[in-house]
């Protein structure tokens, strides 16, 4: 297994140029990311697979209802596919007649995954940047490695491309893949919704539109995804997780961390943690505005202690627009305490073009 020098050096660049955004963990681990024998000692070979996630989207169950993306809809890929690799190192075991020495990987360390993806023959990494395995199968497709001991013949990569299509570039709400297939992640709706742990900045609330976790424009533009084939194993289909739709209402009401983990246990939803996804929740109802959201705004923005989460909900209310959430804003600003998100709610009511009236 060759080193992956040429990736790692693009990978670098990459890096430096700030592309990484929050992703510190992006940076650990240079070795292991470029070199197998640093993963794996024994490493001989690594079969790469490739699962789709795809499921068709069902009609929107109402107004305060988010969209999950597609990867994010049923359990959490790295469990389901880590006992997947586990079954296959079974069945090589059965036809080699020897224990198999192997390490299962699936997004869970520092590895170019989409890398030995595109050097295993499973597709080409179009411009969204992700790795596509043609018309036929498109890009919903998770990846995993199984690094195993048996010396075997190299797949041959296959030839693909984008050619003039820049769909995804154009399509992107906040502009974050470059034409000339760059992704900037600070920009990203799958980063600002899941990895980010601050604030969403104020640029691209509008553009993440109803999206609540995770963002799938770049796919649902790509010709190569016209007819995906559907996920072929039932833990990736919406009723084994969260599905296609949360209530965001409902999701104001998780109390504490505790309660946050029992109700999406085994799903990706896990990832930002409550604090992460109720942020999300408050931008999304924000963009949405629908005609329940605002009592329960006001309720949560009065008894939330986290100031972040305040000055989301805070941003929401004002983007109602009305004389009604003008008020709100107004008693919002009378009770809040901290200093910064006073300022920001005095900043959101004068934009609605009625500035508060005894403004500190
Ligand atoms: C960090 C990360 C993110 C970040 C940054 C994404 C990015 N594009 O860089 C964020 C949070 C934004 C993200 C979002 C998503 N992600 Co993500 N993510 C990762 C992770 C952990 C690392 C990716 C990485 O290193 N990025 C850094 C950039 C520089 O790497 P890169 O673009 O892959 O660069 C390589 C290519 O340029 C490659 N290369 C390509 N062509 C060529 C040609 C030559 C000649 C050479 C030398 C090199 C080369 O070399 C570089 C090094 O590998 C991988 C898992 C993993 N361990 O790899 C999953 C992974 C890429 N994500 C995945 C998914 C599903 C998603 C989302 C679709 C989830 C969602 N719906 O919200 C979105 C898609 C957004 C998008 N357009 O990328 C899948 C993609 C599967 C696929 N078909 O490609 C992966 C592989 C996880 C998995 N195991 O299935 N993700």
């Given at each position: 297994m060759e080193p992956m020098e040429a990736e790692g050096a693009e990978f670098a660049d990459w890096l430096s140029a700030g592309?990484?955004?929050?992703?510190?963990?992006?940076?650990?681990n240079p070795q292991a990311r470029s070199s197998p024998a640093a993963l794996?000692?024994?490493?001989?070979s690594a079969l790469v697979v490739s699962a789709s996630y795809y499921t068709d989207l069902p009609s929107?169950?109402?107004?305060q209802w988010g969209r999950v993306a597609r990867y994010a809809?049923?359990?959490?890929?790295h469990t389901v596919l880590s006992a997947k690799l586990s079954e296959l190192k079974c069945m090589i075991e059965g036809e080699i007649g020897r224990p198999l020495l192997s390490k299962a990987f699936s997004?869970?360390?520092?590895?170019?995954e989409q890398a030995y993806a595109r050097r295993a023959g499973l597709g080409f990494v179009g411009r969204n940047t992700l790795v596509i395995s043609g018309k036929t199968a498109g890009s919903y497709q998770y990846i995993a490695e199984l690094f195993t001991d048996l010396e075997l013949e190299p797949d041959e990569p296959i030839v693909g491309s984008c050619g003039g299509c820049f769909r995804c570039a154009e399509s992107c709400p906040t502009g974050?893949?470059?034409?000339?297939?760059?992704?900037n992640a600070g920009a990203c709706v799958a980063y600002l919704t899941i990895?980010?742990?601050g604030g969403i900045p104020l640029e691209h609330r509008a553009a993440?539109?109803?999206?609540?976790?995770?963002?799938d424009i770049c796919q649902e533009v790509c010709?190569?995804?016209?007819q995906p084939p559907e996920?072929?194993?039932?833990?990736?289909?919406?009723h084994s997780g969260?599905?296609?739709?949360?209530d965001l209402v409902n999701l104001l009401a998780i109390g504490s961390q505790d309660e946050f983990k029992h109700k999406f246990a085994?799903?990706?939803?896990?990832?930002?943690r409550r604090r992460g996804l109720i942020r999300n929740a408050l931008v999304v109802l924000g963009n949405l505005?629908?005609?329940?959201?605002l009592a329960e705004l006001t309720q949560f923005a009065l008894n939330e202690p986290d100031i972040m989460l305040r000055e989301h909900a805070a941003w929401a209310v004002a983007q109602y627009g009305d004389e009604c959430s003008g008020k709100v804003l107004d008693s919002l600003y009378q009770r809040e305490e901290d200093p910064g998100v006073k300022s920001k709610i005095a900043d959101y009511k004068e934009q609605m073009g009625t500035p508060i009236k005894s403004r500190l």
């Open positions: 592309n990484a955004a929050g992703m510190e963990y992006l940076k650990r794996f000692a024994g490493a001989r929107n169950p109402g107004a809809v049923g359990q959490d890929y997004d869970n360390v520092a590895l170019f974050a893949i470059s034409r000339s297939g760059v992704l990895e980010n742990k993440i539109g109803e999206r609540v976790f995770g963002c010709p190569y995804n016209k996920a072929r194993w039932k833990e990736f289909h919406s969260v599905g296609h739709y949360l085994h799903s990706p939803l896990l990832r930002p505005r629908p005609d329940s959201g």
